[in-house]
């Protein structure tokens, strides 16, 4: 079946350094690629995403691209700030329905 | 505009018993998902609703678990016999529908289930 695997944190960096979360997954067929974060005490939202390859999904200074020949889609942002802390999941979604998601990587940034 | 809710935001109950979890979806979305998340695991698909009926409900664990939506918008998570195992925050999510698009998903805050 699909998976997702991310690598683990905690992830810590000092504010305005560049951020690099990776992701990487396997699927049969071409799934769309999503990245959530949670912040604490909120839900999951819908942070960027990206529905075939070499598509680039960004929102809030991250951005993140499809790679299908290294079935890879990994985070990126430039200038981390300290509200940027929170945990960040990779997803793929199997037939435009389900989700299968990744651990999740916990980013703590300090001033 | 209101976002989806979930009620009990926490629930404590006994090895053994029966637990009722409700999903409020966005007004409109006719697409309704449950997922089960441990503590430091991402979230796990239980069933997904299309109106009324089950889609697919391939995510859930066991016979002691159980989904309706009777009127295609609330959502019930229905756990009988609960195990300690079961204790996880459940989340409810709901999308719009357009057939061959992969639709974003909004998340509610979640349910904490404890079982002792």
């Known amino acids: 079946g699909n998976s997702v695997t991310q690598m683990e944190g905690p992830v810590t960096l000092s504010e305005e350094a560049f951020l690099t979360i990776n992701c990487t997954y396997t699927a049969t067929g071409y799934p769309s690629l999503f990245w959530y974060v949670q912040y604490p005490g909120e839900g999951l939202q819908l942070l960027l995403k990206a529905t075939k390859a070499d598509d680039k999904g960004s929102n809030k200074g991250f951005e993140a691209t499809y790679r299908k020949e290294t079935t890879s889609f990994h985070l990126e942002k430039g200038s981390v700030q300290v509200s940027d802390s929170a945990v960040y999941f990779c997803?793929?979604?199997?037939?435009?329905?389900?989700?299968?998601f990744g651990t999740g990587t916990r980013l703590l940034v300090s001033p | 505009g209101a976002g989806v809710s979930q009620t009990p935001s926490n629930k404590v109950t006994e090895k053994g018993k029966y637990v009722e979890l409700r999903c409020d979806p966005i007004?409109?979305?006719?697409?309704l998902y449950w997922y089960r998340q441990s503590l430091g695991q991402g979230p796990e698909f239980l069933i997904y609703?299309?109106?009324?009926?089950?889609?697919?409900d391939s995510g859930l664990p066991n016979d002691r678990f159980f989904a309706v939506r009777p009127e295609g918008s609330v959502s019930t998570l229905k756990i009988q016999r609960t195990e300690r195992g079961d204790s996880a925050v459940y989340l409810c999510a709901s999308s719009p529908w357009e057939a061959g698009v992969s639709n974003e998903q909004f998340f509610g805050p979640g349910t904490r289930l404890t079982v002792l």
């Open positions: 997803a793929s979604n199997t037939g435009f329905q389900k989700l299968v």
């Open positions: 609703f299309q109106g009324t009926g089950a889609a697919d």
């Open positions: 007004s409109g979305h006719t697409a």
